[in-house]
């Protein structure tokens, strides 16, 4: 026995393509079932791709992971209080959802609150 083999059983290979050939050919379906299917889809709120879906309403709760994107390579850890936390990304949602605005994430709002307090506040010496 190989010394890469396991003691309990030997090796097998799975061979899944053999016997494709045989295999029945798939079932026509049925147009009125399908037409259905469809109907009761729509019923229950389901729109086909070709429709633009709703915009879902805004939610109460603002996750700070649906506001990120990706291509920041650094990370920056800061603590802050919840209340300051909903407020930083209560204000980043309405700049990033804002089609004029050039912030695309979080991490573009902070670099731009940074730079607008140094261009416009008071600056730390």
Not at 11 to 28: H, M, N, Q, S, Y
Not at 82 to 101: M, N, V
Request: proline residues 10%; glycine residues 8%.
């Amino acid at each position: 026995m190989s010394d890469n083999q396991p003691q309990g059983r030997p090796a097998i290979k799975l061979d899944f393509t053999t016997g494709l050939d045989k295999l029945p050919p798939r079932p026509k379906m049925d147009e009125s079932t399908t037409l259905a299917s469809v109907t009761a889809g729509r019923e229950l709120g389901f729109s086909g791709r070709a429709e633009p879906a709703p915009s879902p309403a805004p939610s109460p709760f603002l996750d700070g992971r649906r506001l990120r994107s990706r291509g920041a390579n650094t990370q920056l850890n800061l603590k802050v209080t919840a209340e300051e936390k909903d407020a930083i990304l209560r204000d980043a949602a309405r700049f990033i959802h804002d089609p004029g605005s050039p912030i695309n994430n979080i991490g573009e709002f902070v670099v731009y609150a940074v730079d607008f307090l140094r261009s416009h506040g008071r600056r730390a010496e």
